[in-house]
């Protein structure tokens, strides 16, 4: 290998060349390269942030997803008990009904049995005088007769 102004003027024309790579062209890469890293970390900060979010939001999502359960839980409790009172209500208002009737029955049954006594007292009274006309075989004044059905009729 010789030396010689050829290998001189090649080896200053890279290193001119050099120079204005490094001095020029260099910057407009690193720049391009830096803006490129600068972009690729923001996307995976937001990416970072994106998940974050997205497990916040799942994480809430999952709560108020318990408390309308629970509320929805309460609710049907609520509407079970009240169909429970609304039903024992019912039998209450029914019981009561029925005891109604049944003593309205049995005071029209104690009238009806009050007012059969009487009319059996009267035809009692009324076969006893006229048994006791044929035994006296006379007529009794009806002051007498009057006074004598009291008598029969309390003694009934």
């Not at 090649?10 to 290193?15: D, E």
């Not at 035809?123 to 044929?134: M, R």
């Not at 004598?148 to 009934?156: D, I, R």
Request: aromatic share 6%; with cysteine; hydrophobic share 45%.
């Amino acid at each position: 290998m010789d030396f010689n102004l050829t290998l001189i003027g090649q080896s200053m024309a890279f290193f001119v060349f050099w120079w204005f790579c490094q001095a020029k062209v260099w910057p407009l890469f690193a720049n391009i390269l830096d803006e490129r890293k600068k972009k690729i970390a923001d996307g995976l900060e937001a990416a970072a942030r994106g998940e974050k979010d997205l497990e916040l939001a799942q994480a809430k999502v999952s709560e108020q997803l318990k408390e309308v359960k629970a509320q929805a839980a309460t609710i049907v409790d609520q509407a079970n008990k009240r169909a429970t009172q609304i039903v024992d209500e019912a039998k209450d208002q029914a019981r009561e009904e029925g005891q109604r009737i049944i003593a309205g029955a049995n005071a029209e049954i104690e009238q009806e049995m009050n007012r059969a006594k009487e009319a059996l007292r009267e035809q009692v009274s009324a076969i006893a005088i006229a048994g006791a006309e044929k035994i006296l075989e006379s007529t009794v004044d009806q002051a007498s007769n009057e006074e004598m059905l009291s008598k029969l009729a309390s003694e009934l």
